[in-house]
């Protein structure tokens, strides 16, 4: 079946211009997740919904970075004002299940490029 | 909170050679733990996960881990690398009362023929 689909693949932005990511999670995956892999940084947890319950929003590095999830499935994360600090890859994963012992599947990310 | 440390950035190894990248993680209970592997222009990939029972766990192209609760480690091996084996790895930690997965900086692979 189909993975995780992440759109762009690509995004050039200049600097103080609003971007929006999108994430399609595999069909009927509850967990929805977002990383920031900057070089050198690893993958950066930004935030994590669960089906109805409020997201996790304890990784976003800041008040202008905001994620939606609209009916349970699609999610967008926005950054308002990027910063040049904030291009990296975004990755978008999703789980079927809560507990841990259920692996993440990831999409191939989205490459922001704040010039 | 859960955290994980990959004290090695960047590894060389010679084809055919063993292989043993370092995980070190900090979880008060027993941890979910994770290797991930993301090769060059590719999504990242699961090799194998520890949840319970045996401690060393067998994963995908030859990979195993061993989860040692006296040192806090979770380090991956092969016995013998490809040169397909050159890639970025990372090892992740989970918690029993928590989803939320985090992971290390990563361990980049590459293999000399």
């Known amino acids: 079946g189909a993975g995780v689909s992440q759109s762009p693949s690509n995004k050039v932005t200049e600097k103080g211009k609003d971007v929006e990511l999108r994430c399609d999670p595999i069909?009927?995956?509850?967990?929805l997740y977002w990383y920031r892999q900057s070089l050198g940084q690893g993958l950066e947890f930004l935030i994590y919904?669960?089906?109805?319950?409020?997201?996790?929003k304890s990784g976003l590095p800041s008040d202008r970075f905001s994620a939606e999830r609209t009916g349970g499935s699609v999610s967008t994360l926005t950054i308002q004002r990027t910063q040049q600090e904030d291009s990296a890859v975004y990755l978008c994963?999703?789980?079927?299940?809560?507990?841990?012992?259920?692996?993440?599947?990831f999409g191939n990310g989205t490459r922001l490029t704040v010039t | 909170a859960q955290s994980v440390t990959q004290p090695d950035i960047h590894i060389t190894v010679s084809e055919g050679a063993s292989l043993e990248l370092r995980c070190n993680y900090s979880?008060?209970?027993?941890?979910?733990l994770f290797w991930y592997v993301q090769s060059p222009g590719q999504g990242l990939q699961l090799l194998l996960k520890?949840?319970?029972?045996?401690?060393l766990v067998q994963g995908i192209k030859g990979f195993e881990a061993e989860f040692k609760r006296s040192q806090s480690s979770f380090n991956l091996r092969k016995p013998s690398v490809h040169w397909s084996d050159a890639a970025e790895y990372f090892c992740?930690?989970?918690?029993?009362?928590?989803?939320?997965?985090?992971f290390g900086t990563g361990t980049r692979l590459q293999v000399f023929p």
């Open positions: 994963a999703s789980r079927s299940s809560t507990g841990t012992n259920s692996p993440l599947h």
């Open positions: 069909s009927g995956h509850t967990a």
């Open positions: 919904f669960q089906g109805n319950s409020a997201p996790d």
């Open positions: 979880y008060g209970a027993t941890p979910y």
């Open positions: 520890y949840f319970s029972g045996d401690t």
């Open positions: 992740a930690v989970g918690a029993g009362n928590t989803d939320k997965l985090i």
